[in-house]
């Protein structure tokens, strides 16, 4: 694919060196035909300066816009044409990103996108509408007049468009009795006789919007009457698919002039308002069509458009609700949000803000019922319009698949941490009894993850769970590691040293570690037990114990007290990221006991900082901590302990497990998850394009 852009000029020499340079330096190369009216300024010398770095046509009298095209079009040796004003400018990825949304399309023979609409001085006033929902939309031949006709495909001005040469040369070209943005619009028309169509959503041009000329340089009245003219071509050409549910002539007529009416009052030009819409304005038929436009151009879905996936993708990233608390979650929405950014795609956020959450804090009582009103009532209606034009969605919290069915068969993907809540829910945990209200939550998450397209699980134990619990297709779920949510790595002793005594902790005494919550999986009556008979092996004189993390439960400190471990017993409240790296760094082991996890974060935490782990022996604790860690039988705490301490006095079982340890995290890496995410994107959009797609 070759692309040639054809710059036409008059006059303009202080512009056009701005327009030749913007195409001279593409990413993709091209050739850059300028044709010149017949200037009267130093354009010819200029450009017979620039020696063969352009194609330099000059007209031996002014023949027009439409004639210049013409001339330049047929002296290109391209098979592809970007037209350009030469008051206009190419962003410098311009004819690639093009170029990518035609690669396989070979039916199509014209292609648009966005601009950026600037003033004189080069200042943004704003970036002309995208079309459809992703970042480029393909329209079939026989459906793109009709989307002309409703005004839901508007190529935009000669700057925007691309088209194929040998399309071209089988129309009679643009035609010359035009002027004005007419000339082009015509030629669009006649493109798309020939094959179909393209519309890149990136702003891909700069286009000037001079004041008092350019596509105001008519009157109103004037526009209107080109604009009936223009449709009344269109509607000659519209396939005979869509003849019937086209309005009739005298309605888009009608539509016009409320339309032109409404841009007349928008000027304050009142007289010509009334001038404009007096016919019209009683015509139910047209006020439909009015706001059947108005709509569709809002929320951008037609059946005729098809999803392009292009190179770069836009991605929206549905994350948690803040005052819900998730940490992890919290530190996985950004380290998905930069890993795709650093890829070079473009991402948004979007999560339900707290407004009634505000009131009181979320979690029990009436805040967690405050909480549900932001959640549920409010934000599933902003959720529409944020994601209304984009290739992919996210789900990074299963617990949000409750939104599934307000994303109107969007693309859409969902990351599972962990099931336990629905397991809980169903009653598969006698540790966790569910109440009414949170039995319907997850019921209702269940559902939106039945219906959800494709489900990425953190644990292959989380996928095994997730396909007996649900009714998804083992092929619409499958595994992807998380990778480490920091820069987990070992710390000097004397760096760790000086966190240890900013966090008040007796470092003379060796320390075990334990990093967790007070959620009942977490098992820390557990880690008690296996404490207190560790402590009884060793003669109480070995080991302390550090338990980083929320704090302990009143039960849990009165286990404490009763268990005589207060003086051996040290916690740390929710430590950064530099102290926990340092507390892994110093720690003799880490002791994680859970019941059950999703996957278990501070296994591979700890091994990527040295520290030996000593871990429940079930999946997906086994999974995380590889052939590296040691596992037991958090129901026998005096055989774990004796595991635990057996382990520690053999010096070169201990130096081993680190060494592995530090080899086993490498599966974890954060540059291998975002790779995997990204097949799995594609996938899913190529999957929602279906057999429909060209």
Known sequence: MNFSVVITTYNRLNLLRR??????????????????DCSTDKTESYCRGLGDKIVYIRNPVNLGHSFSVNIGVLSATGNWIK?????????????????????GRPKAVICSCQAIQIDARGREIRRTRTIGCSSAIYVKQSDIHYAMAMEMLPFGTASQVAFNKGAFLKTKGWNKSLKGPFDEIYYWVEAAEQGDALFVN?????????????????????HLERNICIKEKIRSVISEKHKKKLPSAKTIQNYLKLHWGIVALKRLKVLAFFRIVFSAILSPAAWKIFLKIQREKKYRKLDIFHRVSLDKLKVSILADYLPDGSQSMLHFANIIEQGLKDKGHRVHVIRPEPIFGLIKQTGTGLGKWLGYVDKFIIFPKLLRKATRCTDIIHILDHSNAVYVKYLDGMPHIATCEDLLAIRSALGEFKENITKWSGRKLQK???????????????????????????KLNPESVSRIYMGLNYNYSPMGESEAKLH????????????????????????RHGLLDI?????EHTNKKQFNLIIAGSPLSLRLRKLVRRYGL???????????????????????????????????WPIIEAQACGCPVFTTGKPPMTEAGGGAAVYFDPNKPQEAAQIIAETLSDNAKVAKMKEEGLENVKRFSVERMIEEYIKVYRTAIEENQGKNNP
């Open 566 to 600: 207060r003086e051996k017993i040290y916690e740390v409240i929710f430590p950064e990221n530099e102290d926990l790296r340092a507390l892994y760094s110093m720690a003799k082991a880490l002791i994680y006991p859970s019941i059950a996890e999703g996957f278990g």
């Open 19 to 36: 327009a030749i340079e913007s195409a001279s330096n593409q990413t993709l190369p091209c050739e850059v035909v300028v044709v010149d």
């Open 444 to 470: 209702m998450i269940l559902a939106g993850l039945n219906q959800t397209q494709h489900v990425v699980c953190i644990s292959e134990s989380t996928r095994k769970d997730l396909l007996r619990v649900s």
């Open 531 to 535: 404490f207190r008979f560790l402590d």
């Open 202 to 222: 990136q702003p891909l041009v700069y286009k000037v919007m001079w004041g008092g000329s350019g596509t105001f340089l008519h009157s109103i009245q004037k």
């Open 500 to 523: 240890l005594e900013r966090l008040g902790i007796n470092f003379s005494n060796p320390f075990l570690l334990n990093v967790s919550k007070n959620n009942w999986y977490k098992n």
């Open 83 to 103: 037209l350009l004003d030469d008051d206009d400018y190419l962003v410098p990825n311009c004819n690639e990103e093009i170029s990518k949304a035609l690669a």
